[in-house]
């Protein structure tokens, strides 16, 4: 074979594999999602200066700069468990949370705190799509528009969808849920991720689920490649995996920003390979001067109500001593014998030094009223007894929350049945407060 045949057949192998490397660039795109999941309303910083709506704008902005492929996401439970949040019902969370840029966003059960027809003013007010597939009445409409909805980034199709945990029913009292329920969870993001396949490159799924129902989606939810999940306040060390496809959440009340980069084959319509890191939300140097102004704004409303010193305290107390002190002022309050109050329900602690009105409301932002029945000792569940020795022919009052009266299964924290509370009295977080205030010294 001459040299010029040679050259020639080289020059043709050379193009037909530039050809098809070529043609796998041209299919594999870059896709960057940032993501936060339960802020709850927490505008300020934390007492070591992280945290905090103004430092999350500043990481978020740091983040998206030079980025050309980036959606910003958030996994539900943006509001409630701050005074701004409680008192004016969620609405001025979502108004600052406009500053972030949010491209989609799911809810979560706390969005249902101040009532179901609140949702919907949160969907008018949020300046980015809210996203639900699983919510619905009974007949089958839809809580929202949309149950995803399809984002264009880098030439890549992105179809986020929501997605609420099928416990809704028994983490909001009926009143505030009113008609609305969930669909089984995995059965309705199959079958909507089947319908968006077709329109789209790469399908997203943000689900605000127990961290049972993590590992559900993620083995039997195979239309899913990515899932990004929040309701499980923990973060997780590191990104599961199964078969290729990935599911990521952060730490609750802005600890964290995930950044999960994606390489999607938009031919195959899969991840081809992925990397994800957690970013603290530290101290900014300079913090986002928009969202700290909103922040200010809003604080400066409840600063009178919340601002004001009601104890001192001689020590910090843990989630679990706030828990049984929070019992303590039920039963000293209301002269009951016994008061439960649900682990899930105490959302911070009492610290160390002055107390403030601010950190009652934080521990107790919900509007939940106490509630009082008189029961014999043997419908008393080992819950709310904790191994103290009853009679089980004798009457017992028994103080709790309109919640956990609300919420009676053998799936809640209450775990009983059938037990009728015939009163109904002030506001938890009052009762919590007077009892504070009246002890002046807490040790």
Known sequence: MSRRNLTARFLRASIAVWLVVAGLAAQTRSVTLLHTNDLHARLLSHEDGSGGFAALAALIRQERAGCGGCLLVNAGDLVQGSPVSTIYRGLPVYRIANLFGYDVATIGNHEFDYGWQRVREFEKTAKYPLVAANVVDEGGRLLLRKPYVIRKVNGVRVAVMGAVTNDLGVLTTPVLLGQWSTTPLVETVRRYAVEARAKADLIVLLAHVTDKEEVELLASA??????????????????????????????????????????????????????????????????????????????????????????ESRRAFNKAETRAIIERAMCERTGADFAFMNAGGVRDVLPRGRVMARHVWNIMPFDNKVVIGK?????????????????????????????????????????????????????????????????????
């Not at 990397?275 to 986002?288: D, G």
């Not at 080992?382 to 089980?392: I, L, Q």
Request: aromatic share 6%; glycine share 6%.
């Open 222 to 311: 195979p239309e899913v490649p990515v899932i990004i999940t929040g309701h499980v306040h923990r973060g997780i060390p590191a990104a599961m995996e199964r078969e290729g496809r990935v599911l990521v959440r952060t730490k609750a009340v802005a600890e964290e920003l995930g950044r999960l980069e994606l390489q999607v084959d938009v031919k195959a319509k899969s991840v081809t390979s992925w990397k994800w890191r957690q970013i603290p939300v530290a101290a900014p140097a300079k913090p986002a001067s928009d969202v700290a102004k909103a922040v200010a704004h809003w604080e400066r409303e409840v600063s009178k109500v919340v601002d004001v010193q009601v104890a």
């Open 375 to 443: 029961f014999k000792g043997s419908r008393l569940p080992e819950t709310v007894t904790a191994g103290k020795t009853v009679d089980p022919d004798r009457e017992y009052v028994l103080a709790t929350s309109d919640f956990s009266a609300a919420n009676q299964s053998s799936r809640t924290e209450l775990r009983t049945t059938g037990l009728v509370f015939s009163q109904t009295g002030p506001l938890l977080r009052d009762v919590l407060l007077d009892w504070v205030k009246a002890k002046k010294t807490l040790d």
